[in-house]
């Protein structure tokens, strides 16, 4: 499968009740606040946070890989009564109509992109659709290998309709040469008499910052600032969750 297919199918399906942690649209509306309109989700999944910052009146437009992702974003807008604006667009391939102000991810999804060459391809799309003095937030992380006693464990939720979703980890796989971590995961939802189970992999793919900066460089990025989620600033080989705030070089 390829990576950018991931969130289709079962896993768009589950995403949302399995989900654990939700993205408040605190620090990108101050990010949109700073950096300016109109804004670019990259990433935007099934609208968090991208329609709650529709529902403060902020110009924000999605990209997302997934069409089963971006039709449930859809959904929840229209019951929400939001009008939102996205394009089904791999990161890497970004073609959009118009420029804007403040681009970011909302979590570290560029360490979807599997390689160097392709995360370069989206630094270069991110700089050809910045406006003139916009700013780009990029975050990352260096994954940590999942504890044993996790493997195997099961997650479970429940359906307004009496549906059984589970999610587990079966096996997972670590290079640290090739900067990859694969981890097997297996999807399961159950209703009456029906089962649907399908394992897919989930491949993260990380980058020192001395890479990242490198790549940014030559996709025509400046590295303005590397921060925590606090704002302060990141130490340098840090692998927790750093932001990397970019703008045209």
Not at 54 to 67: N, P, T
């Given at each position: 499968?390829?990576p ?20 408040g649209?605190e ?12 804004a ?5 999944g099934d609208g968090?946070?991208?329609?709650e ?29 939001i009008?939102?604006t996205v ?9 959009l ?15 979807l ?11 270069r799309?991110?700089r050809a659709?910045?406006?003139e ?12 290998p ?6 195997g ?6 359906t ?41 992999p ?12 490198k ?25 927790d ?8 070089a």
């Amino acid at each position: 499968m390829d990576p950018s297919d991931f969130y289709i199918g079962i896993v768009a399906e589950l995403y949302g009740p399995l989900k654990s942690v939700s993205q408040g649209p605190e620090p990108y509306a101050t990010l949109i606040q700073q950096a300016g309109l109109p804004a670019l989700e990259l990433g935007c999944g099934d609208g968090e946070p991208l329609l709650e910052l529709r529902q403060q009146g902020l110009d924000v437009d999605g990209v997302d890989s997934s069409a089963d992702m971006l039709e449930r974003l859809q959904r929840r807008a229209d019951e929400l009564g939001i009008r939102a604006t996205v394009f089904h667009q791999r990161m890497e391939a970004l073609n959009l109509p118009r420029r804007y102000r403040t681009i970011f991810l909302a979590g570290p999804t560029f360490t979807l992109l599997p390689d160097d060459a392709t995360a370069l391809s989206a630094l270069r799309g991110i700089r050809a659709h910045l406006a003139e003095g916009g700013t780009a937030l990029v975050p990352l992380f260096t994954p940590e290998p999942t504890p044993a006693e996790q493997i195997g464990r099961v997650r479970t939720a429940a359906t307004p309709d009496g549906a059984e979703l589970r999610v587990s980890m079966v096996a997972e796989q670590r290079d640290e040469t090739a900067r990859t971590q694969t981890t097997h995961l297996r999807y399961e939802l159950h209703h009456g008499s029906d089962s649907t189970i399908e394992e897919r992999p989930w491949i993260l793919y990380w980058y020192p910052q001395n890479q990242f900066e490198k790549l940014a460089t030559s996709a025509g990025l400046a590295v303005t600032a590397i921060t925590d989620p606090e704002g302060k600033p990141a130490p340098a080989g840090a692998t927790d969750l750093v932001h990397f705030r970019l703008q045209a070089a």
